[in-house]
Nanobody
């Protein structure tokens, strides 16, 4: 059974940091890309970052470049999203999702999703 479980969310002040984790089980992470998405209240789900199968290629939306870093450890079946210099507009539920060999920004192309973890950036 394919399962993705996010953790690491919470409440942080502007300028703070959080590290999200995505634990994968039920499939081989060696052959799948993982994307991070977020959804704020009243807004559509937005692709934030994606990492290739080997970790050699990473992708970010412009608003998080130079602040967020995605990484993966295939042996541990874990994917991480390090978020620094957080801003109030980063507030959302963050999801990790799995698809095949290539990163795409469209959420509809991802087959499996975690339950999400809430990130709130507020003073």
């Amino acid at each position: 059974q394919v399962q993705l479980v996010e953790s690491g969310g919470g409440l942080v002040q502007p300028g703070g940091s959080l590290r999200l984790s995505c634990a994968a089980s039920g499939f081989s992470l060696d052959y799948n890309v993982i994307g991070w998405f977020r959804q704020a209240p009243g807004k559509e789900r937005q692709g934030v970052s994606c990492i290739s199968v080997t970790g050699g290629a990473t992708y970010y939306i412009d608003s998080v470049k130079d602040r967020f870093t995605i990484s993966r450890d295939n042996a541990k079946k874990m994917v991480y999203l390090q978020m620094n210099n957080l801003k109030p507009e980063d507030t959302a539920v963050y999801y990790c999702a799995q698809r095949g060999y290539s990163c795409l920004s469209s959420a509809s192309t991802y087959a499996n999703w975690g339950q999400g973890t809430q990130v709130t950036v507020s003073s």
